[in-house]
């Protein structure tokens, strides 16, 4: 079955290091997305990627990097810059263009990630 | 500008009552709606979706939306809830044919069910 796997599911990490949010999807989907989630403030934006080698920044982009190098894999690098990396972590696909009205989005499982 | 307003961050409601939630969204073009429901440390699943044609959209889990232009909303209601409805939903907006093609999605209702 097609869908979105996100890995791993909780991730420690001590406060200065750099970690990835692995993003692997198997539904032919153009589009990927990034989100962070905190308690009640719904879903952010981070980046976004409508193509291959393409990404563009959301709306909290800073101390975050992404990459796109494959149509499958949409990592996240969460940088040491990244004031308050602690949260819970969204990665979605779509179909390309004005298809996400019919369809939306699919997401993964989420990582949760705390820095301690 | 798109956008979505889900009023009322918590909502709780007894097993077997009305469960009613909210959403007015604001778009400059034909919007698509949808509801989304993200059960504890999961990601999100499509509950349902407004496209075209019919304004009373049924989905999953026996919830249903009606899509009402004159009110701008997107209301879910589901007759009678049941302890496994507990969870967070989310509304969302495209605006078909606007300037972008990203879902923008409302801050969420935590629903509660008392037994």
């Known amino acids: 079955d097609g869908g979105i796997t996100q890995s791993p599911k909780y991730l420690f990490r001590k406060e200065g290091q750099n970690v990835t949010l692995s993003c692997e999807q198997n539904?032919?989907?153009?589009?990927m997305y990034w989100y962070r989630q905190d308690p009640g403030q719904g879903l952010r934006l981070i980046y976004y990627?409508?193509?291959?080698?393409?990404?563009q920044k959301g709306d909290i982009a800073e101390g975050y990097s992404v990459s796109r190098e494959k149509k499958e894999s949409f990592p996240l690098t969460v940088t040491s810059a990244q004031k308050n990396p602690t949260a819970f972590y969204l990665c979605?696909?779509?179909?390309?263009?004005?298809?996400?009205?019919?369809?939306?989005?699919?997401f993964g499982s989420g990582t949760r990630l705390t820095v301690v | 500008a798109q956008s979505v307003t889900q009023l009322g961050s918590h909502v709780s409601v007894s097993e077997g009552a009305l469960v009613l939630l909210r959403c007015n969204y604001s778009?400059?073009?034909?919007?698509?709606l949808f509801w989304y429901v993200q059960y504890p440390n999961q990601g999100l699943q499509l509950l349902l979706k407004?496209?075209?044609?019919?304004?009373l959209v049924k989905g999953i889990n026996g919830f249903e939306a009606e899509f009402k232009k004159s009110e701008t909303s997107f209301h879910l209601t589901k007759p009678s809830a049941h302890m496994s409805d507990a969870a967070e939903y989310f509304c969302?907006?495209?605006?078909?044919?606007?300037?972008?093609?990203?879902?923008?999605f409302g801050t969420g209702t935590l629903l509660a069910v008392q037994p």
């Open positions: 979605a696909s779509s179909l390309p263009g004005q298809e996400v009205s019919n369809y939306g989005y699919t």
């Open positions: 539904l032919n989907h153009d589009a």
């Open positions: 990627s409508q193509i291959v080698n393409d990404f």
């Open positions: 778009s400059s073009v034909p919007p698509y």
């Open positions: 407004y496209t075209t044609g019919a304004t």
């Open positions: 969302a907006v495209s605006p078909y044919g606007g300037a972008t093609n990203k879902l923008i």
